[in-house]
């Protein structure tokens, strides 16, 4: 359990720990979910100076919206708000509260149209129906990974300098929506496969002004447009043989939705999907400051040690 939870013997989350181990007779994997999804709330209402017995359905309510900002689809938010209604049921049943906050919230509309998050064996699928005995091969391995290990949007892909890349220190700087820009970690394998898109790269004639960007079309020598991205990864989902609906930023909402589920705090999903300012000159002092690739490199799946 994370720090942020009071794990005091007679506190409402240990008590409840017991419950389900106890009287609903849960396995240790579903306990430790259910208690996840309570912590991810609670972390949520500490940020925002709410006490766990004092919050409404409105603290609820935009504790959802905030999955909803951070791309988590609807049926994980489904799924945490179903332990959430146990826990406060719980509570309510064990007399900690009078009043259910939960009663009256209503589930994410699921709908009945294919889920748009990849499994992680799904997205290593699409990168391995890519043939690299193509000339843009490689190229595009290094962008779905781009895509997935960062969770890129795909304007923010297309915009990538190598002037934007830290690959010695492991992050990227990207420049996202309103010229806003965050620093993002980049895995071992997504390093990888750029650097073999490199030696791809330095063959091409790059049209003047253009020479600092980072995926380039072989055909135009300039930089791949949003289109381009769209089409091409349609092409390989089809190639996979995967019948969801994919579109580049399933990739975004596939890199959230894994770090959530692999236990990764909101606060961070929420910076590296983010909207912070950082100057050029405060990049090395902020690498050295923060502590957002480590919950990176131990929360998403590219990161694990096999």
Not at 29 to 35: H, S
Not at 69 to 85: E, P, Q, T, Y
Not at 242 to 266: D, M, Q, Y
Not at 283 to 301: G, W
Request: hydrophobic share 40%.
């Amino acid at each position: 359990m994370a720090k942020d939870i009071d794990i005091n013997a007679k506190s409402p989350v240990m008590r409840y720990r017991v419950y389900l181990k106890l009287e609903k007779s849960l396995q240790p994997n579903t306990v430790e979910a259910y208690l996840g999804d309570v912590e991810k709330l609670c972390i949520f209402l500490k940020d925002n100076g709410v006490e766990l017995l004092a919050a409404t359905i409105d603290d609820l309510a935009a504790f959802l919206a905030s999955l909803t900002d951070i791309g988590i689809h609807a049926r994980s938010r489904a799924r945490i708000l179903s332990s959430l209604r146990s826990f406060y049921g719980f509570l309510k049943l064990d007399g900690f509260i009078d009043k259910d906050p939960t009663e009256l919230l209503e589930s994410p509309k699921i709908g009945m149209h294919l889920p748009d998050v990849l499994t992680l064996h799904e997205i290593d699928d699409v990168i391995n129906a890519i043939a690299l005995s193509k000339k843009e091969g490689q190229r595009n391995r290094a962008m779905i990974e781009m895509l997935y290990s960062c969770g890129l949007r795909v304007s923010e892909l297309c915009a990538l300098k190598m002037s934007d890349l830290y690959l010695q220190e492991q992050f990227i700087r990207v420049t996202g929506k309103g010229d806003k820009q965050r620093l993002v970690p980049i895995s071992s394998r997504a390093i990888a496969e750029l650097e073999a898109y490199f030696t791809d790269r330095n063959r091409i004639p790059i049209k003047p002004g253009y020479e600092d960007y980072v995926f380039i079309s072989e055909r135009l020598k300039k930089p791949l447009s949003r289109i381009m991205v769209f089409h091409f990864i349609k092409q390989l989902v089809l190639d996979a043989g995967i019948k969801k609906n994919v579109s580049p930023h399933t990739f975004r909402h596939s890199f959230a939705t894994h770090l959530l589920e692999g236990g990764a705090g909101l606060r961070v999903i929420q910076a590296m999907l983010g909207h912070e300012s950082i100057a050029t000159t405060e990049i090395y002092a902020h690498i050295d400051s923060t502590r957002l690739r480590e919950e990176i490199i131990e929360h998403h799946p590219r990161n694990r040690k096999m």
